[in-house]
């Protein structure tokens, strides 16, 4: 059966500028030794095999190597705890590859999945900056990068991120983030926000 999801997504990493791997089709390593990241996906509209998936909110949790391409990920799931046991199957195959799309693309890159946790997460946005919480060890904060136009300052053409092809640069200004054994924090680390669109 065909699925689709839609909304927002918000992304913080533990590069020091704007992660290489998006513009270069992962073919330049990460500003740090490891690649650490954390994918936020808020759900605004969807379904999966007759799952509705309207206002569920999910992360996924990175652990790569600086060149990412090299493959050997760990990758871990969260999703928000109000997801019942259908939405967290729904997602958990998604993710997985097994149904096709965008996720399909980050299977050969997976050495180990860690499994599927749930928290509260909460995605907010006051004043254009938005804040993303994931229980009480994860919490990042960013804005959309505006040139002098006023305009959101875009990465297009991203045809190696399951976020892509479009993505607005949103630099976090505080960052701390701690799931499943992976951690990384600080301010002004590589962040991005911007819609995205799945479907198979």
């Known amino acids: 059966m065909a699925w689709n999801l839609s909304g927002m997504y918000y992304e913080n990493c533990s590069c020091t500028a704007t992660c290489p791997c998006t513009w270069s089709l992962m073919q330049y ?30 992360a996924l949790i990175i652990d ?4 990412m391409s090299e493959g050997g990920w760990n990758v871990g799931l969260i999703i928000d705890d109000g997801a019942d046991e259908a939405q967290v199957a729904a997602l958990g195959a998604v993710v997985s590859g097994s149904l096709g799309g965008p996720p399909a693309a980050l299977g050969p890159l997976l050495a180990n999945f860690m ?8 995605i907010t946005t006051v004043d254009g900056e938005h804040t993303v919480t994931i229980g009480d060890s994860t919490s990042f904060t960013g ?4 040139n002098g136009s006023g305009d959101v300052v875009e990465l297009h053409g991203v045809d190696a991120h399951p976020a892509g092809p479009v993505m607005g640069v949103a630099p976090v200004s505080t960052s701390s983030v701690s799931l499943m054994g992976i951690s990384f924090g600080g301010e002004g680390l590589s962040g991005f926000s911007n819609p995205f669109s799945w479907e198979a």
Do not use: Y
């Open 115 to 122: 499994g599927i946790e749930q928290h509260p997460i909460s």
């Open 143 to 146: 804005r959309p990068h505006v």
């Open 29 to 58: 390593p990460a500003t740090t030794d490891r690649c650490n990241a954390n994918l936020a996906f808020a759900i605004e509209s969807g379904e999966i095999e007759g799952t509705d998936m309207s206002g569920r909110s999910f």
């Open 64 to 67: 790569a190597p600086a060149l």
